[in-house]
Each structure stands twice: as C-alpha cells, then as structure tokens.
C-alpha cells in the first residue's frame, strides 16, 4: 500500500466513558443519533478494557501500544518519554500527516510524541506535580485527589472549564478537516479528537440534561456495599476520595448520574459537527474511524465513583472501528485499548513486523475476520494503590493480584457484578493456578514495585527543584501566525480565496 493509496483516520478519544454502557454500541437510553449511527457501521468489542484505569497511564498505553509497567507511564505525572514510539510515530513514518485536537495527558517536555500538529493545549498539568507517594501510604494530597465534590456539586451548569475545553476541540478539529479537504497537501491524514467529557465534575448543560429527565437508570444496579464489605483495594479508594467528609444522597447520585449521561449526548453532538465536517469534505466514505474512551467510571455501582479499579465500571471502554478491512458487527472476545496502535498500522497497511517489538498489543483486524487474541493484560500503579495491582482477563474470567491484597477471581458470565471472589473456592482452584502461572510469567511484582518507587521519589525531586525558583512550565503552547492566516498584503487575493474554497463548481 503506497502513501497515496492509504485510507485517512479519524479518532474520536474520549474520557471515563464506561464501556458496560456499550453492549453492543450504545445502550438503547442514551439520546446519542451520530454515535449509533457510527456504531451501525462498526466492529464494535463489547469486551474491551484499559491497559490502566487512569488517564495518563490508559492513554500512553493506548498511543503506544505497551503496557505502564513498560512506558514507566504509571501515574497521571510520569513522564511519556519521548523515545517511545506512537501510533502517531508510526503513521508518520508511512507518510501520513498527523494532528491532535484535545487531550491526551502527555507528561514531560514531549508535548507531540509524534503528532506533526497539536492544536490546542492540553487541559491537564504536564509536569510532575501530580506524582503519588509510595513512601507515604494513606496520605491524601488535597489540592488535586479526587473528592466527593464532583458528586455531592453535580447538575447543571451552561459552562465549565471541561465544556469550554471540549467546545475548542470541537471547533480545531472541524476547521483541520475542512482545510484538509483543501487538499493542498496529498499526504493521507490520521486526525484525533480528544474530548474530556464525560469525566467529572458531573454538570451538563440544561439542553442534555433534560434529555434524560425521565431516565430509568439513575441509580446503580448495585447499591453502596458499605465500607467494611468492600475489598482492600475499594477500601483504599474510598480512602482517596475522601468518603468520610461528604454525605452521599439518592438525589446526590441521581443528579450525578444524570449529568453524565447528558455529557454523552454533548459529546454525541461534538462528534456529529466533526463527522458534519467530513461529509462536507466528502471524505467520509475512505476514512477509517474509530471510538474509543481511556478509562470508565464506576458511577455509584458498589458505591463506588470514578476510575483507579479493575472493576468493570472503571476498567471497560468502548472501542468502536469503522473500517473496510472489518465487517460491522459485535465481537466478544476480550481486547485492550493497547490493541489500537498495531491495529491502525494494520490497517494502514505498515507491516506490523515493524513494529512487532514497540507493541504489547495485538491487531483487531483479525479478530474481526474470525481470528482469536490471547489473555488481556491490566496494571495500575497510581493513587489508592500502595502497590503495582495487576489484572487478567480472559474468556468468562478476571483475576486480580497485588502483593498487599487477596487474590480476586471472577466469573463474569455468572456475576457480572463481580460481587463473589472464587480465588477461595476450591471448585474454581484450576483456574485460579492457570491465570497464577499466567501472571507469573509476565510481571515480576517485586520489580515492578521496586520501579514505581524509585520513579515517584525522582519526580519528588525534580518537581521541588524545578518549583522553587523561575519556573518554566511544559505546556504545550499553540501557535498561530496571524499574519499567514485570511486575506495580508505579500499575498494575492485570487489566489487566498482560489485556495481557501471547497469544493468548487458544484
């Protein structure tokens, strides 16, 4: 496949969206008309899960196809370096022009990692002031954990700092497509969209908000455990957001719930001006496009409220692909978000030989043809941990290990809740020695420990230093020269306004 011949793409990334609303596309409730008719069209991977339930840590694995353990990307400030290579590396090198419009959480002075062009900043901090502490089990660092606030403060609001974000994603990434179906460059484009929403704070505009006046699901299918009943992990979660200083209310979580769902329609209507964009530059027909979310939210379930768990809430995405090479249809094998990087080379036409050796991941085109993929692989090494925790998922199985915590075995066909651990009965002692050789195999606890620490406490070090005194900040700056832009005097009129118009003559 040679650079001319090669499909543009088109990847709409979204935060803490929870894949266990998207069966099979979206759930039937959901007032979303552009991401259904998206999904129609799609392979969609009802199974589909975070190589880490974080942002940063989700969305360095998702770009470059590798697990945290191997980026050092373990928190939401560690750095991406910049020797990692990308999908966005990668279509580059194969001749693609490549853009970012929105978030994507890079750490460190590597603002791009491959992008060609970034058209906003980023609406989270790059450096490492958001570092946790191993050192330090237990302690709550007030000024940006989680609280309860996003809970207790949901309902609605016409503007917010995630909807002023989102609203200039939208806006950069409708005028990229158009200038791209200029066409004044012949190279193939990958173009990705990254909103915030529908991360809290729960608050949505009035508009979406009343679209779901008459939900039916604004309370979790399972309700509070209760402190003492939930595991060691969900009790040091708990801990982190502060439970003890907020009193949670039905109305609280009805409201907080509700809010989300209107975000989605928000978002729905941010991706129908985007995909407006392309049929506009009748490009729709040979882009490839792709849905996909870092991490989920847990919305109340268990009683539970945002990500940092292996839970399904927390840990399940939407991966939609709407390609040629993958029949629409709904696949339920397991697969990782780190699955997408080999798969767009694939579908690019790159030899995936090439990247074999900068990828944990594994294509989806030839699970979407009938093919099979091996166990998926989860970690997270962030705050409420106090130790790297690891996951296996796998046919109707999911196993959990940390160092500090019983081992958790589910059988999610059975409990899709997850609410009965097997790791103890004797029934299931088989499979919890086949999935206990499988981690064994791939991660070295001990290690991985070992590394997590001794990343946190240099970041401590550096992040100090580089505060005190003149402090020159990583974020990504957006360039816009005025004077190249509409109609200056070095230029000719008829040329400007001959190149500024598609298309022309219809």
Not at 19 to 48: K, M, Q, W
């Amino acid at each position: 496949m040679t650079a001319s011949t090669r499909p543009n793409i088109l990847i709409f990334m979204v935060d803490q969206l929870n894949g266990t609303f998207f069966p099979d596309g979206p759930a039937e409730f959901l007032h979303v008309p552009n991401i259904r008719a998206l999904a129609a069209r799609s392979t969609r991977f009802r199974n589909a899960y975070t190589a880490s339930p974080l942002c940063a840590p989700g969305r360095a694995s998702y770009m470059s196809g590798q697990l945290p353990s191997r980026t050092g990307v373990y928190d939401n400030a560690a750095e991406f370096a910049s020797s990692i290579p990308t999908y966005a590396h990668h279509l580059r090198r194969a001749g693609y022009q490549t853009c970012l419009s929105g978030k994507m959480h890079f750490v460190g002075p590597d603002q791009l990692h491959g992008f060609e062009e970034r058209l906003t900043t980023d609406i989270y901090p790059p450096d490492f002031g958001w570092t946790p502490d191993y050192r330090k089990p237990g302690e709550r660092i007030e000024w940006w954990y989680h609280n309860m606030g996003s809970v207790t403060g949901s309902g609605v609001a016409e503007i917010s700092n995630q909807m002023e974000y989102d609203d200039e994603v939208a806006y950069h990434a409708t005028r990229k497509i158009y200038d791209l179906g200029r066409g004044h460059d012949a190279r193939p484009w990958c173009l990705t969209v990254s909103f915030t929403h529908p991360h809290d704070p729960y608050v949505a505009r009035r508009k979406y908000w009343d679209l779901y006046e008459e939900c039916e699901h604004l309370l979790p299918e399972v309700a509070d455990l209760g402190y003492g009943n939930q595991d060691p992990h969900s009790q040091r979660i708990f801990d982190a957001n502060d439970w003890k200083s907020f009193d949670i209310t039905e109305d609280d979580i009805r409201r907080s719930r509700r809010a989300y769902f209107a975000n989605i329609s928000y978002l729905d209507d941010k991706i129908g001006e985007v995909m407006e964009a392309l049929r506009g530059i009748r490009q729709e027909e040979n882009t490839i496009i792709l849905l996909v979310s870092d991490h989920g939210d847990m919305l109340g379930e268990r009683g539970l409220w945002f990500k940092m768990s292996f839970l399904e809430g927390a840990a399940r995405v939407p991966v939609m692909i709407a390609a040629p090479q993958m029949p629409a249809g709904r696949i339920d094998t397991p697969v990782s978000n780190i699955d997408i990087c080999p798969t767009l080379c694939d579908l690019a036409g790159i030899s995936l030989d090439e990247i074999r050796d900068w990828t944990d991941g594994e294509s989806l085109v030839p699970l979407a043809n009938g093919g099979t993929r091996g166990p998926v692989a989860m970690e997270y090494a962030a705050e409420a941990s106090y130790a790297p925790m690891v996951c296996l998922r796998e046919g109707r199985w999911k196993y959990t290990a940390c160092d500090l915590d019983p081992e958790q075995l589910f059988d999610l066909a059975a409990d899709p809740h997850e609410l009965q651990n097997l790791a103890a009965d004797p029934a299931h002692a088989a499979t919890l020695e086949q999935f206990r050789a499988l981690a064994a195999a791939r991660w070295d606890l001990a290690r991985f420990d070992a590394e997590v620490r001794h990343s946190q406490a240099r970041r401590w070090i550096v992040y100090e230093a580089l505060r005190n005194g003149s402090y020159f900040p990583w974020d990504y700056q957006p360039l816009q020269k005025a004077s190249e832009r509409y109609m200056r005097n070095h230029m000719d009129l008829n040329v400007v306004e001959e190149n500024a118009r598609f298309p022309r003559g219809e």
